[in-house]
């Protein structure tokens, strides 16, 4: 069977079938090509005419092509459908606005007629809850365009911005932000401390519930603070970085230095930690996070905030004896620092297994004087009482990686060049032949849900 053949298949039924295309909320379409490829007009036509037929289409999964400010009929096909809830937006390279860049500095790179039409895909998008706003290749979305993109999307609740340079995305933009529930800034060289600290005392900041700051070099932890302080409603946090955020030179430290009342779970996760994980975990010695139930640190070199979580016996998984990492264990740089799941649960498992060499203590069983037995209670790492779980769990089933991130939601070379994907062959025993039940090999997909990125 031909390549996009079950596309018109679904298509044609879809069309003779109106009231059952009323009832399609979701469509899967496989991907028919790897990442970083350019997807041909023809398969992006056959999508769309797929959309059109699904009045109330909320989501499209697994079908992120690259937009480049160029036209084309599944982007406004999408457009169409007012009851979408979630859109992922890929910024890819212009060759106008490339040609302009070096000729003028921003603003104005991206022409009237460019942000115009990326304005009015979202006329019509009055449902929707969740936006991805992801540069690809030196992708260009101007300032204004970002202000008033978030504008005109009354319902956006749950927002991701990434790889955006800092003539795109700055402190200003940040400010300009509307209220939100969740928040994911990634990769993001405009958005520095101060802008952080400003963000939290506006109104917007006032509603996130998640945050999510991966790759923004924080430089101070009182930047940190400042965001869990004011962010009163916050309950999820999550922060990757390679340098460490420290106290400034000068600064008066009391304990807690980081506190949050209605923080309920944490991803700390600091490649060269310097002081921050001794500050958190002296924090939460002091009862900075009365409510925090689940912490997860991949960088948790020396075990600091493994001693403040309840103890656990066993944090290996069985699977990893089957891992990449588990054949390749010298993985890691040269300081032996690493961020992979594999290391930081071989870390804490040898933690775990120190300490139960040694006896923390000793009950002594006597009778009428005599000394009749002796148990020695092994000892262990973490602090009885806590109500902290140290979790090391990937995002995704399978992953070394701790964090999802945009790989996970856009690489399709499983889709395009499947193992052990589907034939037909289950309806091989069917009268008509191979011919009728025969098909292109499919990989078995499995739904990524956006909401776990925040």
Not at 48 to 72: I, K, T
Not at 126 to 149: A, M, N, P, Y
Not at 337 to 353: P, V, Y
Not at 431 to 442: D, F, P
């Amino acid at each position: 069977m031909k390549s996009g053949v079950r596309l018109k298949l679904l298509r044609r039924t879809l069309r003779e079938r109106r009231v059952l295309a009323h009832y399609v909320r979701e469509i899967k379409v496989p991907r028919l090509q790897p990442d970083g490829e350019v997807v041909d007009a023809r398969t992006l036509d056959q999508v769309a005419s797929l959309v059109m037929a699904c009045p109330n289409l909320e989501r499209l999964l697994g079908f992120y092509p690259v937009y480049g400010h160029v036209f084309d009929r599944l982007t406004h096909a999408l457009s169409t459908r007012p009851k979408l809830k979630e859109h992922v937006w890929i910024i890819g390279e212009n060759s106008a606005i490339t040609e302009r860049s070096q000729k003028q500095l921003p603003p104005g790179l991206m022409d009237m007629e460019q942000a115009d039409q990326f304005l009015r895909f979202h006329d019509s998008w009055h449902s929707l809850s969740t936006l991805f706003l992801c540069s690809h290749k030196q992708g260009v979305l101007e300032r204004d365009i970002f202000v008033q993109t978030l504008q005109r999307l009354p319902a956006l609740q749950h927002l991701c911005i990434s790889s955006f340079d800092m003539d795109d995305f700055d402190d200003v933009t940040l400010q300009s932000l509307p209220p939100l529930q969740s928040l994911r800034l990634q990769d993001l060289e405009g958005v520095t401390f101060w802008g952080l600290s400003e963000f939290s005392r506006t109104r917007s900041g006032q509603s996130i519930r998640q945050l999510s700051l991966i790759n923004l070099d924080i430089r101070y932890l009182s930047a940190i603070s400042n965001l869990l302080l004011h962010l009163i409603y916050l309950q999820r946090f999550t922060l990757v970085q390679e340098s460490s955020p420290e106290v400034a030179a000068g600064e008066l430290v009391f304990q807690p230095v980081i506190a949050s009342q209605q923080l309920q779970y944490m991803h700390w996760n600091i490649l060269f930690p310097g002081s921050a994980n001794e500050n958190l975990a002296n924090s939460i010695r002091a009862g900075g996070f009365p409510n925090l139930r689940t912490l997860r640190a991949p960088s948790d070199h020396d075990g600091q905030l493994q001693m403040v979580c309840r103890p656990r016996a066993q944090i290996v998984l069985p699977s990893d004896k089957y891992s990449k990492a588990y054949r390749a264990s010298s993985e890691g740089n040269s300081d032996g620092l690493s961020r992979t799941l594999f290391t930081a649960r071989k870390q804490a498992q040898q933690r775990i297994e120190d300490a139960r060499k040694a006896a923390m203590f000793q009950v002594v069983v006597e009778e009428d004087g005599v000394v009749q037995e002796i148990f020695d209670i092994q000892g262990y790492i973490g602090t009885v009482g806590s109500r902290i779980s140290y979790n090391l769990d990937s995002d995704v089933t399978g992953s070394d990686n701790a964090l999802i991130d945009f790989p996970d939601l856009v690489d399709g070379a499983k889709e395009v060049a499947p193992r052990d994907g589907c034939t037909g062959m289950w309806n091989a025993s069917h009268h008509a032949g191979k011919k009728w039940w025969n098909h292109t090999e499919r990989y078995r997909y499995h739904s990524v849900d956006l909401q776990r990125f925040f």
